[in-house]
């Protein structure tokens, strides 16, 4: 298997990127940065921190906002089993919208003139081409569409609810942490390994995160659809995340390597179930995975990472690919980092 990354430079506009052939493969110690030179008068949409109307407006009556919360019995079952599945938060029309603008991502003749602006573009993460996946962090700075997703009403209003464990009743205000792809090819999709999104997300803090992931297309186990394991959003190393077993994502089973006996008995997997347009919502420390892509249909989903309001970085390093450094002990916030529900804007002044 090949292992070039191929650096890609900008002559034209869209359209007009004729000859761009060679598609990314990149090497692990490349962690998926992209080396691509932005059209000069592209407009980065991270600059952008309401809805653009491309799928929801920004919300004008107040009132409106709680018409998206989510029941009581629903936060409950959250917190009970780690998350919640089957909420509808786009429309059919929607999700063709979204993936008109998806499917320039997986075109490999073709190359975004905002390409350079994503965090991370992994072809495919594994690097094995019977187990494909198409990994990506940035794209709502890219396209409308996608820019949108982050703000939707939908599944900012739920999350405001979900995120906060200190404030299980009640609702706060949420930031973007960044947004994701993954996209499995019909007959040789590839597997995403059992894991823990905080284990990725050391380096900010406090652990008050949350999963949005949308599917674009009906999943079910035959396509490679996300399972989870109930109630394992308990499984913490002294409120630490279990370690990162593979960071390819193509080796399934590596994570029960580190599982006490007692996690590795409750280890029982149940599919997500998600219908076209419909979200899971899961907690930072749920395990969650999906198995392979054998079916004649691609499995396309967009997932979204909110942090709560006050989360800060932990780090002295980027916190993401291209963004400028928040220094260690400061709040997450500023442009790629923006608040997309207020509970105080829920409230006539
Ligand atoms: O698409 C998948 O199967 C995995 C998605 C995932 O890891 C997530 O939603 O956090
Ligand atoms: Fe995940």
């Not at 094995?128 to 939908?154: E, M, Y």
């Not at 394992?232 to 390597?257: Q, V, Y």
């Not at 590795?264 to 219908?275: I, M, N, R, W």
């Not at 999906?290 to 006050?310: H, L, M, Q, T």
Request: aromatic share 10%; charged share 25%.
């Amino acid at each position: 298997m090949s292992r070039l990354f191929c650096k890609l430079i900008f002559k034209g506009v869209a359209g007009k990127m004729e000859g761009v052939k060679e598609q990314y493969v990149n090497k692990e110690h490349e962690k998926g940065r992209v080396d691509v030179t932005v059209a000069e008068d592209f407009h980065d949409l991270s600059l952008e921190h309401q809805p653009l109307g491309t799928l929801c407006s920004p919300i004008k009556d107040p009132a409106q906002w709680s018409s998206y919360a989510l029941s009581q019995e629903q936060v409950d079952q959250y917190w009970r089993d780690g998350y919640l599945s089957g909420i509808r938060v786009l429309t059919d029309e929607q999700c063709e919208l979204i993936l008109n603008d998806y499917q320039i991502f997986l075109d490999k003749e073709k190359v975004h003139p905002g390409h350079g602006l994503f965090y991370e573009f992994h072809r495919n993460q594994s690097g094995l081409s019977d187990n494909v996946l198409l990994h990506a962090l940035g794209q709502w700075r890219i396209t409308k569409a996608f820019h949108d997703i982050c703000f939707l009403p939908q599944i900012s209003v739920p999350s405001s609810q979900l995120i906060d464990p200190d404030n299980k009743g009640g609702q706060v205000p949420i930031r973007l942490w960044h947004d994701q792809l993954f996209s499995k090819p019909p007959k040789h999709g590839g597997v995403v390994a059992w894991h823990q999104d905080y284990s990725y997300w050391t380096r900010t803090k406090p652990m008050k995160h949350l999963t949005i992931h949308i599917a674009l297309d009906d999943q079910t186990p035959e396509t490679g659809g996300l399972h989870f394991v109930p109630e394992s959003h308990r499984w913490s190393r002294n409120g630490n995340p279990l370690p990162i077993t593979d960071a390819t994502f193509g080796d399934m089973e590596s994570l029960k390597k580190v599982l006490t006996e007692e996690e590795f008995a409750q280890f029982k997997p149940v599919p997500s179930g998600l219908k076209r347009g419909h979200a899971s919502f899961h907690h930072p420390l749920m395990v969650h995975g999906s198995y392979a892509n054998k079916s004649e249909r691609p499995r396309r989903a967009c997932v979204v990472n909110y942090i709560a309001d006050g989360v800060w970085s932990d780090t002295n390093e980027p916190l993401l690919n291209g963004v400028p450094l928040i220094e260690k002990g400061n709040k997450m916030e500023g442009q790629f980092f923006p608040l997309v529900f207020d509970p105080k804007w829920a409230s006539p002044v």
